[in-house]
């Protein structure tokens, strides 16, 4: 026990156990105890803990300094590994997250997409556009569009139909255009 007639033996030994090499060495053992990386350095903060609640009672009479802390750091990883056992969630390493915004090529290609998609419905004939516009833009229902428009509803989807091969027949033209402009062979 560190007590007055042990001050200076518990003051060497508290020099020697808190030093950044034990640091260190208390990571590779908790390493070479089979605790994931990314979970050294919580476990490391318990061993830590530990070791500063129990120093009152560390007696440099018994044995050095860094074999009491690797009991600690012993004691504190198998408790680590037993309640990792009932543990629900799965533990995984570190995951990068990939930033969910755009960056700028992409958005000027998006950009560059929408403007040529709303370039090609303007193109469409004005009655195939209506039906395009107002239902899948806008979304108002085929049998409200053939209400206001006094026609039947099978004429709408007909037209409807027709405005969708038009629309991908005008972007495919474009699409044809924009790569011989480029000089781009297929």
Request: aromatic fraction near 6%; glycine fraction near 4%; charge should be negative.
């Amino acid at each position: 026990m560190c007590g007055p007639s042990n001050e200076d033996e518990c003051a060497a030994a508290h020099a020697r156990l808190f030093s950044p090499t034990l640091v260190r060495a208390v990571l590779r053992w908790l390493g070479r105890l089979g605790v994931p990386l990314c979970h050294r350095g919580d476990v490391a903060g318990q061993v830590w803990l530990d070791a500063w609640e129990s120093w009152p009672r560390f007696d440099p009479k018994r044995g050095r300094p860094e074999r009491w802390l690797n009991a600690i750091t012993v004691h504190v990883a198998s408790h680590y590994h037993e309640r990792a056992q009932h543990r629900r969630e799965e533990l995984v390493d570190l995951i990068e997250a990939l930033d969910p915004a755009p960056d700028a090529a992409d958005v000027m290609e998006c950009d560059n997409i929408r403007t040529s998609t709303i370039d090609a419905v303007n193109e469409l004939d004005p009655e195939l556009r209506f039906v395009l516009v107002a239902h899948d833009l806008n979304g108002v229902s085929m049998a409200k569009i053939a209400e206001d428009a006094g026609l039947p509803l099978s004429t709408l989807y007909k037209r409807r139909a027709k405005a969708i091969d038009a629309l991908r027949d005008a972007i495919r033209l474009r699409e044809a255009r924009e790569i011989s402009a480029y000089g781009v062979t297929l």
